[in-house]
């Protein structure tokens, strides 16, 4: 059987342009040594920020969860898939995020999915942030609800964009990330929530933030005292957390909704028990050690100082995301090579998941990197500058 020919030209395209992805094999568990084609490398390259995708405490509750569970689900939610594991991360959730209940879904995409479908349709207008995450935007899509874009971070715009449409029939939401996923930016929250008192609905994916963020590491809503009003809020279980799985937070009756609306949540297999116990565990530990996110924001703010002081353009990177805004994609990948070649994996990134003209090196952070590995990386970045 022969590919058909557009097949061939757009990955022929996407080469030529420096755009053409490729995965890279990894062979050892999350951590910030990790083995890369049989070679022991520094990475900066995952989302595991508090350093418990592989903790101890979180592996044994996951192997003690399988063996009383065993392994699948083998079911969807609403039929036999939902265990006492499911209902009790949903209460701790809850608990965390203080609000009435939370939902489990799969993945935090297809959490984004599940609430915006849910909560918006064909009569309903959305405002998104132009960086909000691609979940966001697909999510939006799937809803059939028209979609206003506003500029990155400018509520003002947003405000003029809702008064474009006060009155009309129909529901407004405002969906946005706390902490931008590829700019480690985060959301004029403050300035956003006045919205919710002209009967806006507001979803906050705080993907990033959640573990991160936040006195009790709740996120930035909790950050900044901006939770008042808010709708509902996206979080993973993929990222600070080091597993798999996504929620909605919200009140008891939105979260009813999602169970009886959100097609992410009823048209697909459970999660695995022992993934929620695992996320349980991690939770627990999140919250109950709290030096590792003070840890890791304090090392981000020491990376930004130095990557700033040696003339890096690190965007209006707030977090444990560090971008370097090199430009173009060719560039970004050219460099990635010369820290590949120095042992250091820190991700190029190249549109479309960043606007033209803005392709970066993506550094993420974690709690378990050290001052030490942090000030290697800077090292490495001006000699991969210089090439
Ligand atoms: C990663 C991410 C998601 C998706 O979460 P997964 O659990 O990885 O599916 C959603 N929103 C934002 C902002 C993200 O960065």
């Known amino acids: 059987m022969t590919d058909p020919d557009f097949i061939r030209q757009t990955l022929d395209a996407l080469e030529s342009q420096g755009l053409r992805r490729r995965l890279i094999e990894v062979g ?38 399988i063996d009383r569970w065993g392994w699948g689900a083998a079911a969807s939610r609403l039929v036999s898939g939902h265990t006492e594991a499911h209902a009790a991360l949903e209460a701790d959730l809850a608990a965390f995020k203080h609000t009435g209940a939370a939902v489990v879904f799969p993945t935090g995409y297809m959490a984004n999915l599940g609430l915006v479908s849910a909560l918006a349709g064909r009569a309903d207008v959305v405002l998104a942030d132009r960086e909000n995450h691609a979940s966001l935007y697909d999510a939006i899509r799937l809803s059939g609800a028209r979609l206003e ?37 985060t959301a004029p929250l403050e300035a956003l929530m006045p919205v919710h008192a002209e009967g806006v609905l507001v979803l ?48 008891r009756e939105v979260c009813q909704l999602l169970v009886n609306r959100a097609r992410s949540f009823i048209y697909t297999t459970a999660l695995p028990a022992a993934a929620c116990e695992a996320a349980r565990e991690a939770l627990r530990i999140a919250q109950a050690e709290p030096e590792r996110r ?31 805004i090199v430009g173009q994609p060719e560039r970004a990948l050219a460099m990635a090579a010369a820290l590949m070649d120095q042992g250091i994996f820190c991700p190029a990134i190249r549109p479309p998941s960043v606007p033209h003209g803005t392709s970066r090196l993506r550094i993420s952070l974690t709690s378990e990197h050290t001052e030490d590995d942090a000030a290697r990386l800077v090292e490495a970045l001006a000699h991969a500058r210089d090439i």
């Open 28 to 65: 050892s568990a999350a951590g910030p040594h990790i083995k890369v084609r049989g070679r022991t490398v520094l990475a900066f390259a995952s989302n595991n920020y508090l350093g418990l995708a592989n903790e101890p405490r979180v592996r044994e509750a996951a192997k003690r969860a």
């Open 149 to 185: 874009r506003y500029p990155h971070c400018d509520a003002a715009a947003a405000m003029g964009v809702l008064d474009e449409h006060r009155g009309r029939p129909g529901n407004r939401l405002l969906v946005t990330d706390t902490v931008f996923s590829m700019g480690g930016d």
């Open 204 to 251: 906050v994916d705080e993907a990033h933030a959640t573990g991160v963020f936040g006195p009790t590491g709740a996120g930035l809503a909790e950050a900044l005292g901006a939770g008042e009003g808010i709708t509902a809020t996206v979080g993973t279980l993929s990222k600070a957390l080091g597993g798999i799985g996504g929620f909605v937070a919200a009140s």
């Open 294 to 324: 003070q840890r890791l924001l304090q090392m981000a703010k020491s990376l930004r100082q130095a990557l700033q002081a040696k003339g890096f353009d690190i965007g209006r990177s707030a977090s444990q995301i560090v971008p370097v």
